[in-house]
């Protein structure tokens, strides 16, 4: 969408969520481009804010007993063996 320097300066707040959705926005001043709101291809790292609290996350990850290894094992295995960029058998 192109818009005037005026249009944007009345109305930023809708075009900076239209550009959050992934819309282009362009900012023309006098009759020129100059300007383009787009979507943040990166996400914001995470930062905390908060102190970390001793066993926060517990029960929230479990480690795979010996036959689940064992067949992760066998799928990485199957991916490398029959990927196109692999030639042959190993």
Known sequence: MKVSAQYAQEHFADLAIAAANGEEVEIEVYGQ????????RTPIPFRRTTPRIL???IGEMTV????????IDREMEREVINHPLVPGEL
Do not use: N
Request: aromatic share 10%; no cysteine.
């Open 33 to 40: 481009p100059t300007l383009v709101l787009l979507q943040r």
């Open 55 to 57: 066993g926060e996350g």
């Open 64 to 71: 795979p007993d010996w036959d689940e290894w064992k067949a």
